[in-house]
Nanobody, 114 residues
Framework: QVQVVESGGGLVQPGGSLRLSCVASGGSFGFITMGWFRQVPGNQRELVARIFPPGRTFYVDSVKGRFTISRDNAKNAVYLEMDSLKPEDTAVYYC????????WGQGTQVTVSS
């Protein structure tokens, strides 16, 4: 079973940037559409960015133009570059296939606050 581990979160001021990483072990997701999700306590997990195996990407409107998802299939890794961060981006961020086929990792906390 594929296991994913997210990293790169932290505390950042509004307008700042962070780069999240997700590395998978126990299998390859080179042919899988991968996504970054986020969850705020009390809310459902939200898919905010997805990347198809050839590299085509989609974003929800709230992050479009600020977030960039990328992947390195040779490293079984997916990344999320987050720029111009806003307080409403505060959440725990997770990666998974867009159909949540893998076990959820611990996620990585992103806090945007002055």
């Amino acid at each position: 079973q594929v296991q994913v581990v997210e990293s790169g979160g932290g505390l950042v001021q509004p307008g700042g940037s962070l780069r999240l990483s997700c590395v998978a072990s126990g299998g390859s997701f080179g042919f899988i559409t991968m996504g970054w999700f986020r969850q705020v306590p009390g809310n459902q997990r939200e898919l905010v960015a997805r990347i198809f195996p050839p590299g085509r990407t989609f974003y929800v409107d709230s992050v479009k133009g600020r977030f960039t998802i990328s992947r390195d299939n040779a490293k079984n890794a997916v990344y999320l570059e987050m720029d111009s961060l806003k307080p409403e981006d505060t959440a725990v961020y997770y990666c998974n296939s867009v159909t949540a086929d893998y076990n959820w990792g611990q996620g990585t906390q992103v806090t945007v606050s002055s």
